[in-house]
T-cell receptor, first 111, second 111 residues
C-alpha cells in the first residue's frame, strides 16, 4: 500500500516569498491533516480536512497560510508571504479514523 | 487528550530491550494510548496502541498498568535503527482523529 506522498522534500526561500506544498494521502483516507514541526518540538496541527471540508483550522495562521483540498483527495498548503519563523517541517498525514499515517515531510528554510 | 509525561531522553545498548515509560495519570476511560516514533528526517511512524490490555505487534509491545495511569513501550531487541524520538499520546476516538503530540523521548541506541 502506498503511503502519504509529499513534495517538494526540501525548499529554501527568502522571507516574503511564497511557497506551496503538495500532499497525496493514502488511497481511501477521507481525513487529511497538515502539521507543522519546528526543530526540537513535536508536530503541531495546522488544519484538518474531512473529504474536502475543513474540520479544524483553529491553529492555522490565516493571514499568511492557506490550504485547500479539492475533490477530497490531494491537498496543497501555501505560505505567502513567508517569515523566518515559518522555517519548519510541514507534515501531511491521512487517516480513516485513528491511527493517522504521516508522509516524510517537506522541509522549509526561510532565509 | 489527557496530558502525558515522558522522560526527555534515554539510552539503550544495542541488542538489549528498550523500555520507554509514559505517565498519563489523568487518562479517561475511553482514551487509548498511542505510540509513534520519529526517526531523524522522517515523518512520525505509528507503532502501536492499546486501551487496557497489553498489546504486541511486530514492532513492539505495549504494557499498560491496571489503573491505566502509566504505560511502557518495549522494544525487545533494540537496534541502531531504533534511535528516534518516541511519542506517547492519550486519545479518545470520540474526540475526533486529530492527535496532539508532546515533546517525546529521544531514545539513543548505542553500539
Amino acid at each position: 500500500e502506498a503511503g502519504v506522498a509529499q513534495s517538494p522534500r526540501y525548499k529554501i526561500i527568502e522571507k516574503r516569498q511564497s511557497v506551496a506544498f503538495w500532499c497525496n494521502p493514502i488511497s481511501g483516507h477521507a481525513t487529511l491533516y497538515w502539521y507543522q514541526q519546528i526543530l526540537g518540538q513535536g508536530p503541531k496541527l495546522l488544519i484538518q480536512f474531512q473529504n474536502n471540508g475543513v474540520v479544524d483550522d483553529s491553529q492555522l495562521p490565516k493571514d499568511r497560510f492557506s490550504a485547500e483540498r479539492l475533490k477530497g483527495v490531494d491537498s496543497t498548503l501555501k505560505i505567502q508571504p513567508a517569515k523566518l519563523e515559518d522555517s519548519a517541517v510541514y507534515l501531511c498525514a491521512s487517516s480513516l479514523v485513528v491511527p493517522i499515517y504521516f508522509g516524510e515531510g517537506s522541509w522549509l528554510t526561510v532565509v | 487528550d489527557a496530558k502525558t509525561t515522558q522522560p526527555t531522553s534515554m539510552d539503550c545498548a544495542e541488542g538489549r530491550a528498550a523500555n520507554l515509560p509514559c505517565n498519563h495519570s489523568t487518562i479517561s476511560g475511553n482514551e487509548y494510548v498511542y505510540w509513534y516514533r520519529q526517526i531523524h528526517s522522517q515523518g512520525p511512524q505509528y507503532i502501536i496502541h492499546g486501551l487496557k490490555n497489553n498489546e504486541t505487534n511486530e514492532m513492539a509491545s505495549l504494557i499498560i498498568t491496571e489503573d491505566r495511569k502509566s504505560s511502557t513501550l518495549i522494544l525487545p531487541h533494540a537496534t541502531l535503527r531504533d534511535t528516534a524520538v518516541y511519542y506517547c499520546i492519550a486519545h479518545a476516538e470520540t474526540s475526533g482523529s486529530r492527535l496532539t503530540f508532546g515533546e517525546g523521548t529521544q531514545l539513543t541506541v548505542n553500539p
